[in-house]
């Protein structure tokens, strides 16, 4: 994430901020090889305090460009996956400077590794461009991970919101969608009351509470 005191996060397409990201890059490999964790997400950046994201999308492109060929050919060595999230710019982070699955794409396809993949959060997908069972469908190809918050409360997918799960879900299984689902959400209450949606969806898929009878 960089320096986070100093307004920082994530470095990957912040020009001058090279050799701090992959020092950062390097720390989070060591911590990943660690806890057996094969994924990592490569966090973007900031557009820089004064100036505007139009001003600066080129330079910040090539930037982010040449900071994810090097991530990749450092986490191939490793057999790790990075992972490129959009943040949306409406809401959770004005200047953020990778914002929807579309730059994403465009991005991983410039790059042009296959150990780099699409991290979408619907979340923000939803904030930024909605349409989210066509662009599960479009990018499925693409993705690597996938997290999920309500919308636009950021809670529990089962709190009142514009998204329907159970769906998304079904949709994410007739796709083939076999990786984990993030629950990067801000618990209402207590975290484990909280959870009485994904018991709720066991169940009406016919599973155990553990998930475990298929």
Known sequence: PGDQEAGELGLAAVPGRQAA??????????YARAVGCPRIHVMAG????????AA????METTFIENLRYTADLLAQENMIGLLEPINNR???????????HQAAAILEKVGRPNLKLQLDLF???IMDGNLSRNLEMYFPLIGHIQIAQVPGRHEPDSPGELNFPYLFELLESLGYSGYVGCEYAPKGDTLEGLGWLRSYWESRGLQHGGTSK
């Open 46 to 53: 900031r557009v820089p305090v004064g100036t505007e994201q």
């Open 124 to 126: 923000h997908c939803q």
């Open 91 to 101: 809401i959770t982070d004005p200047r953020y400077y990778l914002n929807t699955p």
């Open 56 to 59: 600066v999308a080129g330079e």
């Open 21 to 30: 990201f992959r020092q950062g890059l390097e720390a989070a490999v060591r």
